[in-house]
């Protein structure tokens, strides 16, 4: 079964930059389609960025230009990397990886731990 282990999260300011990095575990990367996740107490999970098998990204409007997602298939990790950041980025953001080759095709079947970010004003 395939394992995400997430890493990297921190309280920053407002306008300070993070990285995620998200170990996987048991398969290799490039066979799944790839995101991140995050969430809010009391709202539900809302993806943020994905990338797929076949390379191609996308990202939620709100991160798009801040945010770019990215993979080491060698090493196995998926990245995260935030600029920017806001306050409203605050969140726990999990890892999640599904064998398919796009972003969209199919939900997510393995989910990390998450890691907790939190942007101060």
């Known amino acids: 079964e395939v394992q995400l282990v997430e890493s990297g999260g921190d309280a920053v300011q407002a306008g300070g930059s993070l990285r995620l990095s998200c170990v996987v575990t048991r398969t290799t990367p490039g066979g799944h389609t790839m995101g991140w996740s995050r969430q809010v107490p009391g709202n539900d999970r809302e993806g943020v960025a994905c990338?797929?098998?076949?390379?191609?990204?996308t990202y939620t409007d709100s991160v798009q230009g801040r945010f770019t997602i990215s993979k080491d298939n060698a090493k196995n990790i998926l990245y995260l990397q935030m600029d920017d950041l806001r306050p409203e980025d605050t969140g726990t953001y999990y890892c999640?990886?599904?064998?398919?080759?796009?972003?969209?095709?199919?939900?997510?079947?393995?989910w990390g731990q998450g890691t907790q970010v939190t942007v101060s004003s």
């Open positions: 990338i797929g098998a076949d390379g191609i990204t």
């Open positions: 999640a990886a599904v064998r398919a080759r796009s972003c969209g095709t199919l939900p997510y079947n393995y």
